[in-house]
C-alpha cells in the first residue's frame, strides 16, 4: 500500500499528459492533466507548509470544483488533517464543528462567504482563505518556492477527519487514515477493474467518504478521468454528453433517471461499466428494472466509520435480493442473531476508523476489538450476501443517503418548554411533525420557522402537524 504522494509522483510518470480533471468553461471542456495537477498540489502544499500549517486540521467547505481536489489531494498528501464538511452546512453546524476539533485554516467558497463572516470573529486564529481568491496565489507562490517537499508517508496518522450530523449534540468526528482509505482498493479491484481508460462523470458531493474515496482517491491509483457536472440540472444532459464508464450514484439520482428513461439514455446507461449505487437503501423494483435492462448496477452499502464500502454487489450476480456481497478483505458478523439470522451488522478490518474522537468519549459505536457496530440490521448468508432489514434506532436515511437522527432533531424541538410533545417522523423522504403545543398555532409556526433556519435543508421539517391536547402528553 503507497500513500497519496506515492501515488502522485508515479502518477507523473505513468499519466503526465493523460487528461484527468474535466470541467466545464465558457468554451466547453476544459482538461487538466495528471502532470498539471499534480504539480498546483505540490505548489499549494508548499505555500501552506509556508504559512506554518503543517500537521494542522485544515477545513474545506466548498462545491465540487478543480480547486476542491487540488486541495483534498494537497492538504492529506502533505500538509496535514483535511476536514471536509457538507458546503449547505450552516453557521450553527460549522461552529459545531469547530468546537469539537481545533480548525487552524477554513478554505471556503466564493458562495459561502457569507455563512463564514460571523465565524472570523468568533475565531480569530483561525486562517480563512477564499478558494476563488486565495488559490491561484498559492500556487504561485509555492511555485517559486525552492523549498523541498516531503510527503506524508505515515500510513497510520490521520489523514482526515469526517462528521456525523449533529443536531442537538456535538457531531460525531470520525478520525481515518491514509490505511484506512486505500484499505478496500485491492478487493474493489479485483470485483470491478477501473482503468486509465475509464471516464467517470461526477455529481455526487465529494466531501463524501463514498465519492471522495471513489471518485478521487481511487482514481490516483486507476488513471481514471474524472468530468465534473457543472450543477444538478445537467445530470442527465451530462451523461449523454460524457458517456461515462463508472459512474457513483444514490437512490435519489436513480429514480430520476428511471423517470426520465428514453431509448437514448438507456443506451448510455447501458455503456457504463459500473454504475454504483450506495448511500441509502434502493428501491429493489427500480433495481430490478435497470439490470433486466441490461445496466451494470451494482448495489453498495457502507459507512463513514469504515471509510464507505462494507459491501457491494458482484456484476452479473443473481441474487438481486441482496444489498451486496461482503468485501473478502472485512470481518462482518451478525451481532445477536435472531431466529430469522437477523441482527445488528459489525464490521472489523483495515479501513474501519480507529473510533470517535476523544471529545465523543460517550459515543459507543466501536467495541474494544476495534470492530465497528453499525446499527445497521442485516442478515449474511454463507455466500457473503448481505441483506438489510433496517436500523437499531430511530433514524430517517433519505433518498439521497443523508442520516436524519430522530431523537436529535426532537430534543432540539422541546428545547421550548411551551413545546409539550413532539414526535418526529418521515414524509416523502424528508423530516415531518406533530407538535402539541400550548401556544398558538401562529407562533409554533414561526418558533419552528426559527429552528429551520439552524439546519441544513435536508434536515428541515418540511410538513408540521400541530395537535390538539393529547392526554399523558405523548404522541403515538
Not at 433517471?257 to 428501491?283: N, P, Q
Not at 430469522?340 to 474494544?368: A, M, P, T
Not at 420557522?449 to 435543508?457: F, V, W
Request: proline share 5%; with cysteine; charged share 25%.
Amino acid at each position: 500500500m503507497k500513500t497519496i504522494s506515492e501515488y502522485l509522483e508515479e502518477d507523473c510518470e505513468k499519466w503526465a499528459d493523460h487528461p484527468w480533471i474535466r470541467t466545464r468553461g465558457k468554451e466547453g471542456w476544459e482538461d487538466c492533466t495528471f502532470r498539471e495537477a499534480v504539480d498546483a498540489v505540490r505548489s499549494i502544499s508548499k505555500s501552506l507548509l509556508k504559512k506554518g500549517l503543517h500537521h494542522k486540521n485544515l477545513m474545506l467547505c466548498s462545491e465540487n470544483s478543480r480547486e476542491w481536489i487540488l486541495l483534498y489531494l494537497g492538504i492529506m498528501g502533505y500538509v496535514g488533517t483535511c476536514v471536509p464538511v457538507d458546503p449547505t452546512w450552516t453557521e450553527y453546524d460549522l461552529e459545531h464543528t469547530m468546537s469539537v476539533i481545533p480548525v487552524s485554516a477554513v478554505f471556503y467558497s466564493r458562495a459561502r462567504k457569507d455563512c463564514m463572516e460571523p465565524l472570523k470573529d468568533r475565531y480569530p486564529d483561525t486562517v480563512w482563505f477564499c478558494i476563488e481568491d486565495a488559490l491561484p496565489d498559492l500556487i504561485r507562490e509555492g511555485e517559486a518556492s525552492q523549498a523541498l517537499l516531503a510527503g506524508r508517508n505515515d500510513l497510520d496518522q490521520t489523514a482526515m477527519i469526517l462528521f456525523t450530523s449533529g443536531t442537538t449534540d456535538l457531531p460525531k468526528a470520525i478520525p481515518l487514515t491514509q490505511r484506512n482509505l486505500f484499505a478496500n482498493w485491492d478487493t474493489l479491484y479485483r470485483r470491478t477493474p477501473m482503468t486509465e481508460h475509464d471516464v467517470s462523470y461526477v455529481f455526487l458531493p465529494l466531501h463524501h467518504v463514498y465519492t471522495g474515496v471513489a471518485n478521487v482517491l481511487y482514481t490516483i491509483i486507476s488513471g481514471m478521468q474524472l468530468c465534473l457536472c457543472p450543477d444538478l440540472s445537467q445530470l442527465i444532459p451530462g451523461l449523454l454528453e460524457v458517456r461515462p464508464t463508472v459512474v457513483c450514484m444514490v437512490p435519489l439520482f436513480l429514480y430520476r433517471l428511471y423517470d426520465a428513461m428514453t431509448d437514448e439514455l438507456l443506451e448510455v446507461l447501458r455503456h457504463i461499466r459500473f454504475l454504483y449505487c450506495g448511500g441509502s437503501f434502493t428501491d429493489p423494483a427500480v433495481k430490478e428494472y435497470f439490470i433486466r435492462q441490461g445496466v451494470c448496477l451494482l448495489e453498495a452499502y457502507g459507512t463513514t466509520e469504515t471509510s464507505s464500502v462494507i459491501a457491494l454487489a458482484v456484476p452479473q450476480d443473481p441474487d438481486l435480493a441482496s444489498n451486496g456481497v461482503v468485501f473478502e478483505n472485512l470481518e462482518v458478523r451478525i451481532l445477536d442473531p435472531d431466529e430469522e439470522g437477523v441482527g445488528e451488522i459489525v464490521v472489523k478490518g483495515e479501513s474501519v476508523s480507529r473510533g470517535y474522537l476523544d471529545q465523543n468519549g460517550g459515543c459507543s459505536g466501536f467495541d474494544e476489538d476495534g470492530a465497528y457496530h453499525t446499527g445497521d440490521l442485516g442478515r449474511l448468508s454463507d455466500t457473503g450476501h448481505l441483506y438489510l432489514k433496517g436500523r437499531k434506532k430511530r433514524m430517517i436515511l433519505t433518498a439521497n443517503g443523508k442520516n436524519i437522527y430522530v431523537d436529535e432533531l426532537e430534543e432540539l424541538i422541546r428545547k421550548n418548554p411551551q413545546i409539550r410533545a413532539v414526535k418526529v417522523y418521515e414524509q416523502d423522504h424528508h423530516p415531518a411533525a406533530a407538535i402539541v403545543s400550548d401556544l398558538p398555532e401562529e407562533e409554533v409556526r414561526t418558533y419552528m420557522e426559527k429552528i429551520n433556519r439552524c439546519l441544513p435543508r435536508y434536515k428541515q421539517i418540511r410538513q408540521i402537524c400541530i395537535k390538539p391536547d393529547v392526554p399523558g402528553g405523548r404522541i403515538k
